[in-house]
């Protein structure tokens, strides 16, 4: 009985272990998922406010966001502001180090245009990028999907095998 308990446990954490290596492909979809709610709210505010972008970017809900604004505040570009975030933060165990180098190239352009024109550019911009934005959020969701049932798979097999070895 003891025994049968032992390879219960070790078969549901090889399970768990496969399924956790998944856990940076969901951290990716999460991240795009706040990336993309704090910008259909920052449109809306800049559209419709007159306060600066430093402010508006602060009172956002993404931590992205707040951190660029505060930035902003001290006196620095965007752009800059940018840079000297994903410099530091898509080094592993940062925040932005589930984002792949296509999300980073996308939020480059976005932030190296965002406040530099008109209305009508701003509009455009933010569209352009939301629905580029949406369009690999949803590909991140299946790809986590596919890698999570993968890997909780192999965790499983690898489980059975060491059950089997066990026996």
Do not use: H
């Not at 049968?4 to 492909?25: D, E, H, K, M, P």
């Not at 993404?62 to 001290?74: A, I, K, P, T, V």
């Not at 965790?155 to 059975?160: D, Q, S, V, W």
């Amino acid at each position: 009985m003891l025994k049968g308990a032992l390879l219960s446990v070790i078969l549901l954490s090889c399970a768990g272990v496969g399924r956790a290596l998944s856990n940076a492909r969901k951290r990716r979809v999460e991240l795009l998922g706040e990336i993309l709610a704090a910008m259909r709210v920052l449109r809306l505010r800049m559209l419709n406010s007159m306060e600066p972008l430093g402010i508006l970017m602060r009172k956002s809900d993404s931590r992205l966001f707040r951190e660029l604004g505060n930035d902003l505040w001290e006196g620095g570009g965007l752009a800059e502001s940018w840079r000297g975030m994903r410099e530091k933060q898509s080094r592993r165990g940062g925040l932005l180090d589930s984002l792949t180098e296509e999300d980073l190239l996308l939020l480059d352009g976005f932030f190296q245009n965002l406040g530099q024109s008109g209305r009508e550019e701003q509009c455009s911009l933010f569209s352009t990028v939301i629905e580029r934005m949406e369009e690999e959020q949803s590909a991140a969701r299946r790809r986590y999907a596919d890698t999570s049932r993968v890997y909780t798979a192999l965790g499983t097999l690898i489980g059975i095998a060491i059950c089997v070895l066990i026996v």
